[in-house]
């Protein structure tokens, strides 16, 4: 889905947002001197009516640190907004591919929190080594798709009744949490959360996600579709809020997928495994998550979903029953991936009673281990309300029962 957009500049100043807008540029300085009248009124009509926001400076050749400064001291700008050179010819001729570096570096050395990109035609950016910056928004007219090979995040595809874009992202909110600074696969249409903030996942189920993915030895997590989001009809209104999340399998087979499930299961977090029989998704396998971390302030029907699963169904319309790992929802709190649960342990035990049973994470017996059985510890876990020494099996045994091996 393409979202658009506009750039205006004091040649409308009379400019006010379509009803397809999305996101706006907004020219706000040129050369070392000059600032648009328009900017902020027109940053304001944009900002009442919830669009990304992004300026830009028409750079002139020469003088870049300066004009950074000037740009930078006369942009009033908000968490998440976009700056951007505007790198075209000028007065005085066209700024060189160093002009544009020094400007992109100025600018981002002054406000590192913002994301700095670059505008310019796609033939300066065929026929120059110009660099982007953080994106790039890229101008060429009549016709379907930039012929660039390049990623970009940002089309300018006409000017025709003012300057119109289209941007590559799925959503508003996912150019939003791009814009604040989350990592945004646009192939992928997807938001990496263990790079960036993940705006509209709370930081509490963040933190488990990634937990459970370092333990499922995943090692990253795609979020294919997190809270706000309404489209999809089978969920109904369970994405509307925080604490709902889609995640990607990414190819990963149904023994490593049931195995994220479980951990999550475990640490706060139903996990729905889906398109993995029973379900309509048959061809588009995912991981929807409901957060009972997150129940409180999370969507009625979310709520709904979490309930459902505690008494065995798959939330979904009708009676099917749950098709995911068999494991007990717990919190984060009593997780055994909580890092304020595990200790290191490297060290060598004896059991120090007639049998000690060794238990799985989900607490079911076995091993059966005699005195003076001489346990390897990898770690130890605080798992039902006791510290456990695990070995790499993993097999939990009680630490009280245990003797260090000097």
Known sequence: MALYGVDVSGHQPDWEPDTVDTFVFVKSTEGHT????????????????????????????GDALEQAGWFVAKTAVQPGDLLVCDWENASGGHP?????????????????????GLYCSRSDWVNTSVKAGDFLWIAQWGVTRPSISST?????????????????????????AWANGARYSIPYQSIYVELGPGRYVTPIDKTILLACARASGWGTVRL????????VADSAYTHAGLGAVDVAPDGRDKDAVFKYCAHLIRSGIVAFPRGYGGDPWADQQHIHTASLESYDHAHQQLQDQIDEFRLGGDGLKGDNLYNGPNVKLDRWANSPYNPVNIKADTGKYVVDVDALYGRNVDNAVVRRRVRGYVVQAARQIKRWGRWNVVTDTPTYYAAEFLQPVT
């Open 224 to 231: 294919s579709q997190g809270g706000l989001s309404t489209k």
């Open 96 to 116: 060189s591919v160093a002009d544009a570096a020094v400007f992109i570096a100025e600018v981002k050395r002054l406000r590192p929190s913002l994301r700095v």
């Open 152 to 176: 970009w995040a940002f089309w300018q595809y006409s000017d025709t009744p003012i300057d119109q874009s289209r941007a590559q992202f799925d959503s508003l909110d996912s150019l939003k």
């Open 34 to 61: 000059y600032f648009s009248d328009d900017h902020d009124v027109q940053v304001k009509r944009a900002r009442d009516r919830g669009l990304q926001v992004g300026h830009y400076h028409f750079l002139w050749p």
